[in-house]
């Protein structure tokens, strides 16, 4: 019975192992997971820390409040950093963005899933092209461009959020149409061939059939547009140059540029209204891509 | 293949396409003529592209397809590649502060400045008032005639029955103007500040009042000489020559107007770039700084998102879904927020970091101030804010690799070192080799870490532009443009851009062994 011993050795050498390994790995796990929340949980801490100010703060505040949130959205200083303004312009032009975005998405899209056409392939390389070149490299022409038509248009010039909401579509097209188009491609011919016997437009089969069918890629477009958008900070910061036109961002970096020490329970705050959101949709993202995804197969 | 049957063909869809091609159009030359007038060729060229392919495209039934582009496509025209190309162009020019305009905005803009000279007519004025605040001026010159003034219109002969002019009072002044109202004495005192500031007439002749009665007329100082291609001043006679190789108006005795225009200015500023001694030493820094900074970035983010995924990806780990969405929430959070609560965290004396290093060793680091340290918290936030990526992408690549492989090499005796060296890791560089390139090229522009942290601070001594010890290229560029103490210089900026440009191209081309793959992929779907 040799053998069978030294199985059994084996398997009790193995399982001690792997009990090592999981306490190991659980070790690990604690350390990165602390590591990954600890700067969340210590702006929470701040947030709620009547103090406000960077060297008085405890991890856990000794008289929690929320003096810091009322300050920012209506306290005296309000109107050298208007929060609930800044707030505001960011889900406006977040919105209009990614509204506009996905209907232009959508548009292309459809030309490149359902019609044959010359340059058809290398307008589609084309637009992968365009969005590998970082579009922080053209910031500086993008200040020109905007600076020169806000000489003869100026709702769409320097400073004004027209202007930058262009900016914001210009490299949309990129990769975003490529997923889409992928959507459309699983939905069968057949739909619209049979619709266009019945005597359909191109339109109505984009509008009444394709779109409905391929909603949950469209609404996880429209949430990505929203957070690149209203998480970007360059281009807002650069072609946006007064106080009541900031976006969330830069007000933000403006609250901490100046008087940072004093203001840090006004920016803990603010930092924390504005990433709550931001992260919730995203952990909700997760699971909406992959049914998303799912689903656009199973409808093929 | 499924040919184009049918564009729609309801008469009031066409019509309602036409109408709106009409006001596109009319926008469009509208926008052109102004463009032309100040002759700012590089964006009116751009707009004559936009709008005659937009009309081509809606006119022609063939090329239906691409109207469903459209809009995608004038917006990339307009706003991805225009910047583009406008970039090269402005790196050949002599944009910056001071040479901000075309050269006919310059005269516009020159031609604006007034002097009063000593010989200027005086008027004696009387004001009129509107119900909403407007005003005109009756002037009254010393020899008797009469003339209405009103702000941004041409002065015109002061006539009783014109212009709403009512009948004459005894010292020639009328009772009424329509839709205005003759201000009293006292009242007039009490506007003076407001009509005072105003200036009545239309460039070239305005006229301003200069007292309680007396108004004089005031003259253009600067008038351009289209015959000789200079300015000349009208007050002193001096003239000054429109030089095209500097863009400036200058004077014999070497006096330049503000502000000049742009010209062309060939290769200086690459020239200046690479041979100015005072520019290149900053220069260097940067540029070295940025190719570590994009090489340890993608590196120490890639090391520490394999590791965590290696070691979460084996199924023993309890609350493995858990753990994962818990360790991804540093990509959650926006960027520029988790920059700035670091920028808290390891500020010098006061943040937490810091005080508690205090505390156990008696010494932290200059986080903010000494160079070498400001570049390892760049790298420490960048490695926070990138390893979630890693991490995801890495899981699943090493779920792709067969279990057997493993099976098959513990049989042969392989060490867990072994397995990771000969079997994890170059499978895994296959799939996540791209993404390697990727992440060097986006942290070579990774503007945020560095300057929403220490704005590329602390400044490199002696530097004749400002730039610091953690500023890398794309942050030094935007110094250059915007936050210069010594005003911006465009141009400057743009070659800068552009070198960016062609080294980021050579990386990828030279690392196409890689990327070969995922241009496959994607021409196949194609």
């Keep these: 019975m040799p053998s069978l011993t030294k199985t059994r050795r084996f398997r009790i050498l193995t399982s001690r192992r792997r009990m090592i390994g999981l306490l190991l790995r659980l070790a690990v796990a604690i350390l990165a997971i602390i590591y990954a929340l600890f700067p969340f949980l210590w702006i929470v801490s701040a947030a709620f820390n009547p103090s406000g100010s960077l060297a008085t703060q405890r991890f856990i505040p000794e008289r929690a409040s929320t003096a810091n949130f009322e300050e920012l959205l209506g306290g005296q200083s309000y109107s050298l950093h208007p929060y609930k303004l800044w707030l505001w312009n960011s889900i406006k032009i977040a919105s209009i963005v990614s509204i506009l975005a996905v209907f232009i998405i959508a548009l292309s899209a459809y030309a490149f899933s359902r019609f044959r056409f010359r340059l058809r392939r290398s307008l589609l390389l084309g637009v992968f092209l365009v969005q590998i070149f970082p579009s922080s490299l053209t910031i500086v022409a993008l200040f020109l461009l905007f600076r020169q038509i806000g000489d003869y248009i100026p709702a769409f010039g320097l400073n004004r959020h027209g202007g930058l909401i262009l900016a914001y579509l210009g490299p949309i097209l990129g990769i975003n149409v490529w997923l889409m188009k992928g959507f459309f491609d699983s939905i069968p011919r057949d739909i619209d061939e049979s619709a266009m016997v019945d005597g359909a437009s191109h339109w109505q089969i984009f509008w009444n059939l394709i779109l409905p069918l391929v909603r949950p890629i469209l609404a996880v477009v429209v949430v990505l547009v929203f957070i690149g958008t209203f998480n970007d900070f360059l281009l807002a910061r650069t072609l946006l140059q007064s106080t009541e036109q900031f976006t969330l961002m830069v007000g933000l970096y403006l609250l901490v540029q100046t008087r940072f020490t004093q203001n840090w329970g006004l920016f803990a705050a603010g930092a924390l209204i504005a990433s709550v959101p931001i992260v919730v949709l995203y952990l909700l993202l997760q699971n909406q891509i992959v049914s998303g995804l799912t689903r656009g197969a199973v409808r093929g | ?526």
């Design chain 2, 1 to 526: 293949m499924n040919k184009i049957r049918h564009a729609p063909k309801g008469l009031r869809y066409i019509a309602l396409r036409l109408l709106a091609l009409a006001v596109v159009d009319a926008f469009a030359s509208w926008f052109l003529y102004l463009l032309t007038r100040d002759r700012a060729w590089p964006l009116a060229t751009a707009i004559i592209v936009v709008t005659l392919g937009v009309n081509i495209v809606n006119l022609r039934t063939d090329l239906y397809p691409l109207r469903w582009l459209s809009p995608g496509l004038v917006l990339l025209i307009l706003m991805a590649l225009y910047p583009i190309i406008f970039t090269v162009y402005t790196a050949f020019t002599n944009y910056s502060d001071g040479h901000l305009f075309t050269k006919q905005q310059a005269i516009r803009l020159l031609a604006k400045e007034q002097y009063l000279s000593e010989s200027a007519p005086i008027y004696r004025w009387t004001a009129f008032r509107s119900p909403n605040g407007e005003y005109a001026l009756w002037l009254m010159s010393e020899d008797g005639q009469a003339f209405l003034a009103r702000p941004g219109e041409a002065i015109q002969e002061g006539i009783p029955g014109e212009s709403g002019v009512g009948a004459l009072d005894e010292e020639g002044i009328p009772q009424s103007i329509e839709g205005y109202e003759r201000l009293s004495r006292a009242n007039t005192v009490r506007f003076i500040p407001e009509i005072g500031a105003l200036e009545f007439g239309q460039l070239p002749d305005t006229i301003k009042v200069s007292s309680l009665d007396k108004a004089a007329q005031y003259q253009q100082r600067y008038v351009y000489d289209e015959a000789r291609d200079a300015i000349v001043d009208s007050t002193t006679g001096k003239v000054y020559r429109a030089d095209e190789t500097t863009g400036t108006f200058i004077s014999s005795d070497g006096e330049a107007l503000i502000p000049g225009y742009q010209v062309p200015v060939g290769l200086r500023n690459f020239k200046r770039l690479f041979t100015n001694p005072a520019l290149r030493g900053p220069f260097g820094i940067v540029f070295l700084w940025t190719f570590e900074y994009a090489l340890l970035a993608a590196f120490t983010t890639f090391v520490l998102g394999l590791f965590l995924a290696l070691v979460f990806n084996d199924p023993i780990v309890p609350g493995r879904k858990l753990i994962s969405s818990l360790l991804i929430i540093p990509y959650a959070i926006p960027s520029a927020i988790s920059i700035l609560i670091w920028r808290g965290m390891l500020s010098p004396q006061l943040g937490v970091i810091s005080i508690n290093l205090e505390r156990l060793f008696g010494w932290s680091p200059a986080w903010r101030s000494d160079p070498g340290w400001t570049r390892v918290a760049v790298l420490l936030i960048n490695l926070w804010l990138g390893y979630p990526y890693m991490m995801l992408v890495c899981s699943g690549a090493l779920q792709s690799i067969p279990q057997d492989l493993y099976e098959v090499a513990e049989v042969d005796g392989a060490n867990a070192w072994q397995r990771f060296r000969y079997i994890t890791l170059p499978l895994l560089l296959v799939s996540v080799g791209p993404l390697l390139v990727a992440s060097f090229v986006f942290n070579f522009n990774n503007f945020n870490p560095i300057y929403l942290f220490n704005e590329g601070g602390p400044p490199i001594p002696g530097a004749t532009t400002p730039a610091g010890y953690t500023d890398i290229l794309i942050s030094y560029t935007y110094r250059l443009a915007f936050a210069g103490q010594r005003g911006a210089d465009y141009g400057y900026a743009a070659a800068i851009t552009i070198t960016i440009f062609i080294m980021l191209s050579l990386i990828t081309v030279f690392s196409s062994r890689y990327t070969t793959r995922a241009w496959e992929e994607v021409s196949e779907n194609a």
